[in-house]
Nanobody
């Protein structure tokens, strides 16, 4: 059973940076497509970014493009979301999710679909 364990997050002032981690028990075909989402209280889930474990292709929401960067360390079975130039609007609970096997656009454009595996979520709070 795939498990995703999140860490990182916290509180930061606007303009600051944080890094979230999403460590999997293992990354295989079953969870090679990894996405990041966020949810503010009372709002719909918002897709943030995606990465394909196999080849590292990435895709970002316009709201975070050029500020956030998703990366991976295969030796640690970990995907990272590096968040820079944070804004108060970035305040939310962030979740990583994974499913597979999906490649190319079938992975990168899956933000609207359900995912089989989820992290527990981590709070990010950005103050002005």
């Amino acid at each position: 059973q795939v498990q995703l364990k999140q860490s990182g997050g916290g509180s930061v002032q606007a303009g600051g940076s944080l890094r979230l981690s999403c460590e999997a028990s293992e990354y295989t075909d079953a969870n090679n497509c990894v996405h990041w989402f966020r949810r503010e209280p009372g709002k719909e889930r918002e897709w943030v970014a995606a990465i394909i474990i196999d080849d590292g292709q990435r895709h970002y929401a316009d709201s975070v493009l050029n500020r956030f960067r998703v990366s991976q360390d295969k030796t640690k079975n970990t995907v990272y979301l590096e968040m820079n130039s944070l804004k108060p609007d970035d305040t939310a609970v962030y979740y990583c999710a994974a499913d597979g096997p999906y490649y190319g656009a079938r992975c990168l454009l899956r933000g609207r679909y359900e995912f089989k595996y989820w992290g527990q979520g981590t709070q990010v709070a950005v103050s002005s």
